[in-house]
């Protein structure tokens, strides 16, 4: 286990990548790499183009991300991040928030981290 | 990406999983090891041992997980995987089922595989 602070990166990284999600999601590209995964409930797709083409055509203009928990843990002596994030998506006008659950795998890529992996999914009650 | 098909590995590994928690979850131990990691709603613990001491004193004694989703993604180059469940908890004589999301990440281990991330977190709306 390195001596970075998996924690702070887990929440700066969460709180970026939402701030960017919610202002301007074509932003979203330079987080993902060509290796980059994205399960976005039953899609799947590789790489940092089509996963930012993907979230760009997602059927709402206004979102915003509410954030309930967030857990890390080291995943690798390498660096490596594990993140769950589970929380509240406001779309457009609508009042009634849906729930979802995120989780993130983070790599160390010099002074930043990209996401190498990244499943997204509703919580239907 | 290696030949071994991590779909099939998270459905396996996430039935085994639940199938030995909701039955005897004393047997859970030989799914993690020294360096295993579980977040259980606020609490942190490392190694089989200590997980396996928490997970048997939680304070039910029925306890039936229902998966709603499960979806996996290779997590390296060694066959790592990653396992995002969603799904419901119905926890002794309750009838109204608390819903919950768990992120896995599995190390392969000769032919089997062994729990080194594990976030477990209620869904509270």
């Keep these: 286990m390195s001596s970075i602070d998996f924690n702070q990166v887990a929440q700066q990284f969460t709180t970026f990548y939402y701030e960017k999600f919610d202002s301007d999601r074509t932003q979203l590209g330079n987080l993902y790499r060509d290796q980059s995964m994205l399960t976005f409930e039953s899609s799947q797709l590789q790489g940092a183009r089509d996963i930012v083409e993907k979230l760009v055509s997602l059927p709402f203009q206004k979102v ?62």
């Design 64 to 125: 915003q991300h509410r954030v309930s928990t967030l857990d890390a843990q080291p995943a690798s002596p390498n660096g490596d991040i594990l993140v769950l994030v589970t929380g509240e998506l406001l779309i457009d006008e609508e009042t009634n928030p849906q729930r979802y659950s995120q989780c993130f795998h983070l790599l160390p890529d010099g002074n930043s981290y990209y996401v190498f992996n990244d499943i997204f999914r509703l919580n239907y009650s």
